[in-house]
Each structure stands twice: as C-alpha cells, then as structure tokens.
C-alpha cells in the first residue's frame, strides 16, 4: 500500500519559517488528496468500460460487468459528496488562517485539478457544454504533460459516445423489422387525438380551453422527439444530446424493460442516471462548502468562486440529460405498441 509515501505527503505551507502550523490546514489538504485519490479511482473504472463498450459488438455477458463498475462511480460520487461535511466542520474564520498564504493554494482550486477534468471529459463533457470562467479556456492552467493528457483524452471516445452507438444498435429499431419508432408515433397520436376528442365535448368554455391547451402541449412535447429536425436542433441549443436514432433505442429501453433481453440495458441506464445524479450533488455541496467559506470572494484557484461553481449545477453539465428526461416520452401501458412474435422470441 505505500502508506509511508502518503502519510508522509501532508506538508503544511503555513508551518513554514518554523511558524507554528493552523490545524484546520491538515484537514484541507487530506480532504483533497482523498477526492484525488476516488477520481483516479474513477478515471480507472470508466476508462474499463469505455474498453468493453469500444467493441463494435457488444457481448451481453459483459452486461453485468459494466452495471457492476459503472454503479462503483456512482457511489464514490456519492461518497465524496459527504466529504464536504467533513470540510465543513472547518469555519470561514479557520479556512482564512491559511488561506491568506494564497500563493501555497493556488493548485486548491477544484478548476486546476487534472483527474476531475480528465474524468469529466472521458464520461462525455464536452467544451461546448462548458461555462467559461474568467474568460478562459480550462485547458490554459495546465501545461506540459498534464495538458498533453488532456488532449489525448479529448480525441479519444468518451463514455458518452460509446453509450449513443450502442443504443442505435438497439434491436427493434429496424425498418424492415419491427420498426418500433413508428408504432409508437401512432400510437401517440392515437391517444393525442382521443384526448382532443373528449376535450371537444366539454360544455363549460374555461375548462375546455384549458383541456385544449393541455393537447396542444402534449402534442408539442412529443414533436420534439418525433420530428427529427426539432431534434437536432435541441442538440444544437445544448438541450438534448442523444442522436435521433439513440433515444429511440433508449425509449424502446424504457418501454420493453420487462422483455428478458432488456433487463440488463435497462438496469445499466438508471446506473448512467445515478452517475448525472451524484455528479450534480457533489457539484452543488461543493458550491455551497465555498459560499460558506468565502462568500463571493474570489476562489483559491483565481477563479470567480462561488458564482462560477453556481454554474455548473444546470442541466448543461449533465451527461445523460436525456435519460433523465425519458420520463416526459412515457406512456400508459395499454398504449405502448404491443410487440410480434418474431420480436418477442428475440427479446426473450
């Protein structure tokens, strides 16, 4: 294990000139050098399943590995959310007895650690996605070998990639098979219509037209999947992500979850769901550790603190935003397009 080399990798800058040392500073810097320690922990799980998932086949015995290490991410994520209760038995008064040596904290910053962001970029963030901070680009507090890393991980397929090839590849989805897709649009626009329907003979006028409303929304929601150039252009405004042909294998997913062959795929997406989960908590517990430590001051890293961090709890830094958003596409079961018997033999 080495525990020599890393119990004895504490140094504290404020005991320097043989000052005597603030002890809140030891539990700053052990509290950062175990995140380091769980993103390197991740960066090794992800880059396994983004190896299983490089395949252009995707063997099913497989399935069970890649729930197993990708339900591991999810919960060091979810660990390391805690550790900010840790952090926060420190007061703002304690963390400022050395963080006015602020030269010694300037690679404390979460923004300058290289792990985080080569394990966001390998899950799928993308700089488009990005919210900028003090108008620079992430990769400019990084040189030499650590921004050469960067690059390397940029080029190469990120999970999120690797996850929208292999739900294209979905069984079902095929034209010339059962071509679920387009049952499900006419199924949808059956029920659409049912509903109109029965709106249409309401007497009382207020609500009627609030019934009429509540159609042309629906009919407006399930447009943006079914019409594939409103799609692309959520893609485009950063809304939705998936390809076109991608959700649909996710709704079929969803829908069939039942069928013995999707039991698996199912479970794996509700892992890649916890995954946007946790990272969004941590995310926010980390925001509000720094307004509680330094307000609207400006970070430790030089970025703008707590108004950047603030920032970064939207939707646009969420991998799988479309997972999440499955919920919107989900119909009564009685609605859901009932599968032949050459499709079923297949799923099962």
Known sequence: LQLPRILSSQYLQSSRGNKIPVHDEHLFIVTHQTFELWFKQIIHEVDSVRQIFADAYLEERNMLLLISRITRVSDILQLLSDH??????????????????????????????????????????TDELRVQYNQQHYMNVFFGEEKEKLKRAV???????????????????EANGFDFFDKFKCSVQAMHEEFKAFGEEIEDEDEK???????????????????????????????????????????????????PRFHLPFQLLHAL?????????????????????????IGSGGSSGYLYLRSTCSDRYKIFVDLMNLSSFLVPRDRIPPLNRKTRRSLS
């Open 84 to 125: 900010f209760l840790v952090l926060e038995t420190m007061t703002p008064q304690d963390f400022l007895d050395f963080r006015k040596n602020k030269p010694y904290l300037q690679n404390g910053s979460g923004f300058q650690s290289l792990q985080f962001r080569l394990m966001e970029i390998k899950l799928g963030m």
């Open 155 to 173: 080029s190469e397929k990120n999970l999120f990639e690797l996850v929208n090839g292999w739900l294209e590849r979905t069984p079902g989805l």
């Open 209 to 259: 037209k609030e019934h009429l409303l509540e159609y042309k929304r629906g009919v407006e929601n399930f447009d943006s999947i079914f019409d594939e150039n409103k799609h692309n252009k959520m893609i485009a405004a950063g809304d939705r992500r998936f390809s076109h042909k991608a959700l649909q294998g996710a709704l079929m997913i969803y829908l069939y979850r039942d069928e």
């Open 273 to 297: 769901m916890d995954i946007d989960s946790h990272l969004t908590k941590f995310r926010y517990s980390h925001t509000c550790m720094v307004q509680r430590m330094i307000g609207r001051k």
